[in-house]
């Protein structure tokens, strides 16, 4: 691409949305005239001809743990698309939480993450690294400390007011991690609300189809990323290549994909919410669903400005419970659509019955992600599996 292209190209980008930005961000890195980036699979580069040992020069690449042509691509566009912080690529989601932890070495830590791994991660860190001393948001911080919130918090989708996490934070010198996960951009961007770090398990939404391990820091400053690249490199911990090529080419849809997901969501979660008040409603019976879990329902902290947070709507993954812990094992089995299958984040719905793996989570409850299917299928759906849990037991007991 010649110099005036790249200008262009550049200048089309500025202020450029989400959508446009996860397709085009990382074009002044294309080295073909493929319109696809190619399948790069190499963990070897051969040197340049004038290349001497310390002078490789940064746009050579050398060998796959350090950097590598579709990397550098996939984190050009990740960056991009939020905010234009700087990207840095992992194995997975934790190895990226635990490379962000040797990194900030916080002394004390304000931990809002429901997601168990996340917690496994910490207890490794304190056991194996540093001691690190879990305080509540309601103690004074001082500089070293870091503040870890999971937004919205897996499993039951609810929200966190970023803003004030981040103030809470800045006021004693201590930095803010938001794990934005359950809800990418277009959704959020917590820079934004004062965040200093984005972490996300890139296995979820930024890939989106349920075949790729990664995870992603964002950092607001270079020299940030810069650092982590330097450990990444010691660690080994990358991305795979293949990962890296299928993560960019799942960021291309990202934008059609989450705000599809996000609607529909918000109109199951509505939907489903009407059948919590003790009557049947729209084909849904009467006294099987308790209570459903989501940030559209969610009672909100005063001066929480969820529009500038979340301006397009909430992430696409519920908590549903159940009056029974029965009818909350079996249900998980009685869909077509939705698969019982755990994880979240593809383009096809699936249920888990989360006490299993995570036992801090009720036997009542049932994790709910919803795909790209369409609202008036996923509604049928929901009215079968939600019958058919009743009918079980009706079967059950006449044999009695
Ligand atoms: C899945 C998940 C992780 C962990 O990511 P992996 O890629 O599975 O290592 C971290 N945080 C949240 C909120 C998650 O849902």
């Avoid at 962000?100 to 194996?128: Q, S």
């Avoid at 019982?340 to 699936?350: D, P």
């Avoid at 009720?362 to 369409?374: F, H, N, Q, W």
Wanted: net charge positive; charged share 20%.
């Amino acid at each position: 691409m010649g110099h005036h292209q790249t200008v262009a190209a550049a200048v089309a980008l500025h202020q450029a949305d989400i959508a446009t930005l996860a397709i085009h961000a990382d074009s002044h890195l294309a080295v073909t005239a493929d319109l696809a980036p190619a399948i790069n699979v190499t963990s070897t580069y051969k040197l340049p001809e004038k290349a001497g040992v310390d002078n490789y020069g940064s746009e050579t690449h050398v060998y796959t743990r350090e950097t590598s042509p579709i990397r550098s691509r996939v984190e050009a566009v990740l960056g991009k698309i939020h905010d234009g912080g700087h990207a840095v690529t992992y194995a997975t989601g934790l190895a990226a939480m635990f490379a962000l932890l040797l990194h900030l070495k916080p002394r004390r830590i304000v931990f809002c993450a429901g997601y168990h791994g996340c917690h496994a991660v910490l207890d490794l860190y304190r056991k194996k690294v540093a001691p690190l001393e879990e305080v509540s948001i309601t103690t004074p911080l001082a500089k070293d400390d870091l503040v870890w919130i999971e937004n919205p918090t897996n499993p039951t989708g609810e929200v966190y007011d970023t803003r004030h996490y981040a103030d809470h934070a800045h006021t004693y010198g201590a930095r803010l991690v938001v794990d934005a996960t359950m809800a990418p951009p277009p959704l959020q961007q917590p820079f934004r609300q004062g965040a200093d770090f984005i972490v996300h398990s890139a296995a979820k939404y930024l890939s989106g189809h349920s075949d790729v391990m990664g995870g992603v820091i964002i950092t607001r400053c270079c020299q940030d990323a810069e650092q982590l690249k330097i450990h990444r490199t010691v660690m080994g911990s990358i991305m795979g290549s293949l990962e890296s090529w299928l993560l960019l080419r799942s960021l291309r849809t990202l934008d059609v994909r989450v705000m599809t997901q996000s609607r529909t969501t918000a109109q199951l979660v509505a939907w489903l919410n009407l059948a919590t008040r003790g009557c049947a409603h729209d084909g849904l019976p009467a006294n099987v669903v308790a209570k459903v879990f989501h940030g559209l329902l969610q009672t909100l902290p005063k001066g929480f400005d969820v529009c500038s947070t979340f301006p397009h709507g909430f992430g696409a993954v519920f908590t549903i419970q159940l009056k029974s812990e029965a009818h909350a094992r079996r249900l998980s089995q009685q869909f077509s659509l939705l698969t019982a299958a755990t994880s979240f984040g593809s383009y096809h719905s699936t249920i888990e019955w989360r006490h299993g793996i995570d036992p801090k989570q009720l036997p009542t409850t049932l994790r709910v992600a919803v795909g790209l299917e369409s609202i008036e299928d996923l509604k049928r759906d929901w009215r079968r599996a939600l019958n058919a849990v009743c009918t079980v037991e009706i079967k059950v007991s006449a044999k009695l």
